[in-house]
């Protein structure tokens, strides 16, 4: 499969280190996450840190924002950011090191433990109110800012022909790969049918809401990573995103089970659930053939397919 993260093995990040953050680091190694960063731990006068570095500085800015705004305010367990800059021609960032393990290392039964921890901060997740420091729907920037006046306007300009950075002329995917073009814009105009069930408010989305990117320790949540992709529009998006990877834990009915018992409900459930599986499952098709990884492709593609038919 194609890799679209920086070169970088740890000799080298040893050596950005050491002309960052001094001689006295110590245990580098790997973290094997995100398509687009390299990422190291290390330690440093007896603390734990991580250290990103991405080709583009803007998505790690973003998370500073996302800790300073949110994280610290609400008291989610989001990293703190404490350094930003460049390395030769590559960005990075510097920040704690939560505790845990990810929670898709861990066995399926402990998994299960960590579940209702998981849905008690979703909950918690949701319920923040994005503030008048923020504007637009869809992805924002590293002010807060976001470029669409409505969420469906998001939905759709996702998949508008003319895109740059990564996925410019991605249409030309449709001759140049095993991207079927029937298949994608059909499941595109249902996913914008069913958007119109989504509510005008705006709610803090982490836009890659996976196992991978939640931490636990022991049978709770202690860090949920990865921001580059957030978003304000509707929460449902994140629980499209955690059913879409990890069905077998039924995210979405024992969420649905917990807001009920706290006397509370969500409206349009079912319709905003399968309108962010199609979103998420079109966008996986579009950029598995981008990878040129065909196995994965056909792997979503029989996901969405199974989804329609439920």
């Not at 953050?21 to 440093?44: A, C, W």
């Not at 989001?78 to 390395?87: D, E, H, L, T």
């Not at 410019?168 to 001759?175: A, C, I, M, S, V």
Request: aromatic share 14%.
């Amino acid at each position: 499969m194609k890799s679209f993260k920086p070169e970088m093995d740890t000799d080298t990040a040893i050596s950005h280190l050491r002309a960052i953050e001094g001689e006295h680091i110590t245990n580098v190694s790997p973290i094997e996450m995100g398509e687009l960063s390299r990422v190291f731990r290390y330690e440093k006068d007896g603390k734990a840190y991580v250290i990103h570095f991405k080709d583009n500085r803007d998505s790690l800015e973003k998370e500073r924002w996302i800790h300073d705004r949110y994280g610290a305010v609400y008291g989610l367990p989001v990293p703190k950011v404490y350094k930003i800059g460049n390395a030769g021609a590559i960005h990075f960032s510097i920040s704690d090191q939560m505790p845990g393990v990810p929670i898709s290392t861990l066995q399926p039964a402990s998994i299960r433990q960590v579940i209702p921890s998981l849905i008690e901060q979703y909950i918690r997740l949701h319920r923040i109110t994005v503030g008048d420091n923020s504007e637009g729907y869809g992805w924002f920037t590293p002010e807060g800012k976001a470029a669409h006046g409505t969420w469906t306007d998001y939905l759709k300009a996702t998949f508008a022909k003319d895109q740059g950075g990564f996925y410019d002329g991605w249409t030309d995917l449709f001759d140049s790969s095993f991207l079927e073009k029937d298949l994608f814009y059909r499941l595109y105009e249902k996913m914008v049918e069913l958007a119109a069930f989504a509510p005008k408010e705006r709610y803090l989305v982490h836009g890659d809401f996976h196992l991978g990117n939640m931490l636990a320790a022991e049978d709770q949540l202690s860090g949920i990573v990865d921001w580059e992709m957030a978003m304000y529009g509707d929460f449902m998006f994140d629980v499209a995103v955690m059913d879409l990877w990890a069905p077998q834990l039924e995210f979405p009915k024992r969420l649905k089970m917990a807001v009920e018992q706290q006397g509370d409900d969500i409206p349009h459930f079912r319709e905003r659930l399968l309108c962010y599986q199609l979103f998420k499952g079109i966008d996986g098709l579009r950029f598995y053939a981008k990878k040129d990884h065909e196995p994965s492709y056909r792997f979503m593609k029989e996901r969405i397919m199974s989804l329609l038919s439920e």
